[in-house]
């Protein structure tokens, strides 16, 4: 209705205008007779107050009118300002809160061990964090913009990215990666709002280490398992052979009961490093340490294998100067490191060869090192004997009656002083062993 009115209102202003101009010119016409009339007649009082009575009538209303009118419009003026300056500072409020607030997104996703990664709907790459750049092996200007299959070459992440985007559920994955090395990341993905569409949000966590941990118990059972029924499946057969008949011939009886006693001192020993190796790895080792001095540690450890070098046919040599620093030491603990050093080296040498056991002063602490001139061990297996279980040579390990635990419980006590060991070794020519302990220091 009020839509159909609206077109007449100009028509009924056009129907009024002439009436209003006839009375107009009437008005002018009787006052123009009255005007002449009064200057034929000359002015009057009376006339001359009904002009300005008129004049006034014309003039006040406009004037007061205009005044009003400003004053109302200075008032609108001065509140549209104040409102203007109140939305600014709400606004600038605003931004100061988002900024903030981003300020603190950017340091928790920049410092957040996680890695973090935002892709469009198209799984390009918006947002990445520094902890996803490691993972990923990538820098964020080479990341940004780009498909994320040019970073993650992995499509099995890229049919799950689209399903995360058909149906809106999350999903989670593992990544597994060989280069630049081994690596498996955990992969959860979520559907986020990404730039006003949709998006997905990709939380990357590096599960390597706890895996390798994992498979290392693992193995660890496995080959403690081993270890122990070795021997066990050794004793159990002689003695079995021994019942069958081998009895009555006391020559072989005493061979295999000599064999029985040998396997048994050696799960016995196997059963002490398993315990020890348990003791030192998991804290519970209890060392007590005192100033030592390392020629005393030498001359000990010389001592309990002079007789064993010799009926080996090598020869024991030590070398530790006067005036050593003192080391703040479990005297026990290390003669126990350097003992399985001189075991090994009279195992590993053949007769005729040369063992020499040292102490020398390095920078602030003492050197001790454990030389021979025997078999030597591989480039390759180097930097696995610390392992435990690692053996270079299983079958003649074992005939020399070694477990591979030995120097894993030798590096867990010299780690445990503060100090480090190290080998270096070349095939037929022998094998230096390392240990570097610091000096005492503060009141002794
Ligand atoms: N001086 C050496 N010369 C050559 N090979 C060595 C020498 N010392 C150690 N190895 C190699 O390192 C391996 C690990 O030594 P480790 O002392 O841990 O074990 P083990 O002597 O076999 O057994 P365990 O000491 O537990 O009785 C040895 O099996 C051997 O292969
Ligand atoms: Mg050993």
Same mark, same amino acid.
């Given at each position: 209705?009020a839509?159909?009115?609206?077109?007449?209102?100009p028509?009924?202003?056009?129907?009024?205008?002439?009436? /209003?101009?006839?009375?107009?010119?009437?008005?002018?016409?009787?006052?123009?007779?009255?005007?002449? &009339?009064?200057?034929?007649?000359?002015? +009057?009082?009376?006339?001359?107050?009904?002009?300005? /009575?008129?004049?006034?009538?014309?003039?006040?209303?406009?004037?007061?009118?205009?005044?009003?009118?400003?004053?109302?419009?200075?008032?609108?003026?001065?509140?549209?300002?104040?409102a203007?300056?109140? *939305? =600014?500072?709400? *606004?600038?409020?605003r931004?100061?809160?988002?900024?903030?607030?981003?300020?603190?997104?950017?340091?928790?996703? %920049?410092?957040?061990?996680?890695g973090?990664?935002?892709?469009?709907?198209?799984?390009?790459?918006?947002?990445?964090?520094?902890?996803?750049?490691?993972?990923?092996?990538?820098?964020?200007?080479?990341?940004?913009?780009?498909?994320?299959?040019?970073?993650?070459?992995?499509?099995?992440?890229?049919e799950?990215?689209?399903?995360?985007?058909?149906?809106?559920?999350?999903? &989670?994955?593992?990544? +597994?990666?060989?280069?630049?090395?081994?690596?498996?990341?955990?992969?959860?993905?979520?559907? @986020?709002?990404?730039?006003?569409?949709?998006?997905?949000?990709?939380?990357?966590?590096?599960?390597t280490?706890?895996?390798?941990?994992?498979?290392?118990?693992?193995?660890?059972?496995?080959?403690?398992?081993?270890?122990?029924?070795?021997?066990?499946?050794?004793?159990?057969?002689? &003695?079995?052979?021994?019942?069958?008949?081998?009895?009555?011939?006391p020559?072989?009886?005493?061979?295999?009961?000599?064999?029985?006693?040998?396997?048994?001192?050696?799960?016995?020993?196997?059963?002490?490093?398993?315990?020890?190796?348990? +003791?030192?790895e998991?804290?519970?080792?209890?060392? %007590?340490?005192?100033?030592?001095?390392? @020629?005393?540690?030498?001359?000990?450890?010389a001592?309990?294998?002079? %007789?064993?070098?010799?009926?080996a046919?090598?020869?024991?040599?030590?070398?530790?100067?006067?005036?050593?620093?003192?080391?703040?030491?479990?005297?026990?603990?290390?003669v %126990?490191?350097?003992?399985?050093?001189?075991?090994?080296?009279?195992?590993y040498?053949?007769?005729?060869?040369? !063992?020499?056991?040292? *102490?020398?002063?390095?920078?602030?602490?003492?050197?001790?090192?454990?030389?021979?001139?025997?078999?030597?061990?591989?480039?390759?297996?180097?930097? +696995?004997?610390?392992? =435990?279980?690692?053996?270079?040579?299983?079958?003649?390990?074992?005939?020399?009656?070694?477990?591979?635990?030995?120097?894993?419980?030798?590096?867990?006590?010299?780690?445990?002083?503060?100090?480090? !060991?190290?080998?270096?070794?070349?095939?037929?020519?022998?094998?230096t062993?390392?240990?570097?302990?610091?000096?005492?220091?503060?009141?002794?």
């Amino acid at each position: 209705m009020a839509q159909m009115r609206r077109p007449y209102r100009p028509a009924l202003l056009w129907f009024a205008l002439p009436p /209003a101009a006839g009375v107009t010119v009437a008005l002018a016409y009787a006052a123009s007779g009255r005007l002449e &009339a009064a200057l034929a007649r000359g002015p +009057r009082a009376l006339d001359l107050a009904v002009w300005l /009575a008129l004049l006034a009538a014309l003039l006040i209303p406009p004037v007061y009118g205009y005044r009003e009118a400003s004053g109302l419009a200075r008032t609108a003026e001065r509140r549209a300002d104040a409102a203007h300056r109140e *939305a =600014r500072r709400a *606004a600038q409020e605003r931004l100061d809160r988002l900024l903030a607030e981003k300020a603190q997104m950017d340091l928790i996703l %920049q410092h957040m061990a996680d890695g973090i990664l935002l892709l469009d709907e198209r799984r390009r790459i918006v947002l990445v964090n520094p902890a996803a750049e490691r993972m990923l092996g990538v820098s964020r200007h080479e990341a940004l913009g780009r498909d994320h299959l040019e970073v993650t070459h992995h499509f099995e992440l890229d049919e799950r990215l689209a399903r995360v985007l058909a149906t809106g559920r999350p999903e &989670a994955l593992e990544i +597994r990666r060989a280069h630049p090395q081994e690596q498996i990341l955990e992969a959860r993905l979520a559907l @986020a709002p990404s730039g006003g569409e949709r998006g997905v949000l990709v939380m990357l966590r590096d599960i390597t280490r706890s895996r390798q941990l994992e498979q290392m118990r693992t193995e660890f059972v496995a080959n403690v398992t081993h270890e122990l029924r070795t021997p066990l499946t050794s004793i159990q057969g002689f &003695a079995e052979t021994l019942l069958e008949g081998a009895l009555d011939e006391p020559e072989t009886a005493r061979h295999f009961v000599e064999i029985m006693l040998r396997e048994s001192r050696h799960l016995g020993a196997l059963i002490d490093e398993l315990l020890d190796l348990s +003791r030192v790895e998991s804290g519970k080792f209890r060392m %007590q340490r005192r100033p030592t001095v390392p @020629a005393e540690l030498i001359a000990a450890t010389a001592a309990r294998f002079a %007789q064993k070098a010799e009926r080996a046919g090598v020869q024991l040599v030590t070398e530790a100067p006067d005036g050593l620093p003192l080391i703040n030491g479990d005297p026990d603990r290390l003669v %126990q490191v350097l003992s399985n050093l001189v075991e090994n080296a009279i195992k590993y040498t053949p007769a005729g060869g040369r !063992i020499t056991l040292s *102490a020398r002063r390095d920078g602030d602490g003492v050197r001790i090192a454990v030389a021979d001139t025997g078999a030597g061990i591989p480039q390759a297996d180097l930097g +696995r004997i610390f392992e =435990r279980f690692y053996r270079v040579d299983k079958a003649r390990s074992r005939a020399t009656g070694g477990t591979g635990l030995g120097l894993a419980i030798a590096k867990h006590i010299v780690e445990a002083h503060g100090g480090t !060991i190290g080998v270096e070794s070349e095939v037929g020519k022998g094998s230096t062993f390392t240990v570097i302990l610091p000096a005492l220091t503060g009141p002794e």
